[in-house]
T-cell receptor, first 112, second 114 residues
């Protein structure tokens, strides 16, 4: 079945890199996404990666996918206080329902 | 361009009352999703529509919940009667159909049932 897991909390200092991790169980995951949620707001798509890719870079964001271990990570370079938010990993499966399944979210706290 | 528009943004209602949440998807999108977010259960898919037809409603908690999509530009999620455990943020999202298309979320409807 579908199961996406994330650690709950990460604290970093401003200027450092942040790495948020996610594991998933279903090998038929086709697209894997990272969404950001700021307090009181909706979900903002940050980036996504196809399951046939290993890495994707978009400005300060780097997504790494290890298909063998079913592990996805989001690296934020030069983390800023404005990056403080909850980050959700989500997947869509190749088969079955065409809707996102989300992890529990990782709260990123950036200390000045 | 306007994003996904939800109303109301905030609602406080008494237990037993009917609650109707509304959503206008992005123009041209033909898939629409309703999610619920709570501290205990995180983000859960309630139901999704494709071309106005409900495809998967397995996440709808119980008969008190119903969702409709009478046309391509409007959907409602109704709770009748509401209970305190329904307190949550309800998100509507839309996309073009097809597995690789981005799903865009509204700002959410924050529901409190007292």
């Amino acid at each position: 079945g579908e199961d996406v897991e994330q650690s709950l909390f990460l604290s970093v200092r401003e200027g450092d890199s942040s790495v948020i991790n996610c594991t998933y169980t279903d090998s038929s995951s086709t697209y894997l996404y990272w969404y950001k949620q700021e307090p009181g707001a909706g979900l903002q798509l940050l980036t996504y990666i196809f399951s046939n890719m290993d890495m994707k870079q978009d400005q300060r964001l780097t997504v790494l996918l290890n298909k063998k271990d079913k592990h996805l990570s989001l690296r934020i370079a030069d983390t800023q206080t404005g990056d403080s938010a909850i980050y959700f990993c989500a997947e869509i499966l190749e088969t079955g329902r065409r809707a996102l399944t989300f992890g529990s979210g990782t709260r990123l706290q950036v200390q000045p | 361009d306007a994003g996904v528009i939800q109303s109301p943004r905030h609602e406080v209602t008494e237990m037993g009352q009917e609650v109707t949440l509304r959503c206008k998807p992005i123009s041209g999108h033909n898939s629409l999703f309703w999610y619920r977010q709570t501290m205990m259960r995180g983000l859960e898919l309630l139901i999704y529509f494709n071309n106005n037809v409900p495809i998967d409603d397995s996440g709808m908690p119980e008969d008190r919940f119903s969702a409709k999509m009478p046309n391509a530009s409007f959907s409602t999620l109704k709770i009748q009667p509401s209970e305190p455990r329904d307190s949550a943020v309800y998100f509507c999202a839309s996309s073009l159909s097809g597995i690789g298309n981005t799903i865009y979320f509204g700002e959410g409807s924050w529901l409190t049932v007292v």
